[in-house]
């Protein structure tokens, strides 16, 4: 598998992994809160004989300077995913977020409905946006403390198993790499935006097709709670990949990547 260098653009001071490959389309990925760029590997390298990729470290993640905002919304970061894609001059993506990322890409979609060709949502994070006050308080204080007390190294090992299926080494270590990039600031305020946004405020708003992918041995945004996303907002349209857990992406890499073709090919957003 190829390497490459992560790239730093002081417009929007975003550091991301771009592979220009064959093609005039753009793929953009969004990482989940635990995660980071480098988590995208397998479709860097795999997808690039069809498009452009770039992936994103998020602001706070890397180097990527943090939003300024204290309590931030899923469109606090996409002001930045869209300096960042104005300085690259990409016009129109195909935007694929995971977990938190796929929080934040419904929030891209629904301000920036021109940009965005095609939406698709990875083991989407709900947020807690609807839910009570003290839920709220431990859902932004939880992760900060996991990382304040272990560190990126070993909160990525104790957490493997409840993000892979497949918790091989190599996928492990992958795991390992991304975690020990996140930065207790960055990580205090995606926690966050997890915390008091919601991503059906964004769903509601685009009248165009989404689709979902999930895991179906996903115990995190379980498959339960992705069919109640499909029943509310009825434009999404939903895709498993079997025997995957969380990271849906890195458990089944070359599933992941036919499905996500098979869906890009399709009609635009």
Known sequence: MKNFDKEYDPISRIEFIQNDGLGEETIVFLHG????????????????????????????????KQVEQEVPTALDYSQRLLALLESKNIDRIYLVGHSLGALIAAGFASEYPGKVKKLILVNPAQGYGEFEQAKQDEVANVRPKLLRELGGTEMA??????????????????????????????????????????IHYYLATIDKPVDLIYGTEDGITTPKIMFEIAARHQNISLHAIDVASHLSYLDQPARFNQVLLSIIQGDDL
């Open 33 to 64: 809160i635990s995660s980071g760029s480098d988590s995208w590997s397998n479709q860097i390298n795999a997808l690039a004989t069809n498009a452009s990729v770039l992936a994103w470290n998020a602001p706070g993640y890397g180097n990527s």
């Open 157 to 198: 090992r104790q957490r493997s198993s409840a993000l892979l299926f497949d918790a091989s080494n190599d996928k492990v270590a992958l795991l390992e790499k991304v975690m020990e990039d996140i930065t207790i600031e960055g990580f205090e305020k995606s926690s966050r935006l997890l915390a008091h946004d919601s």
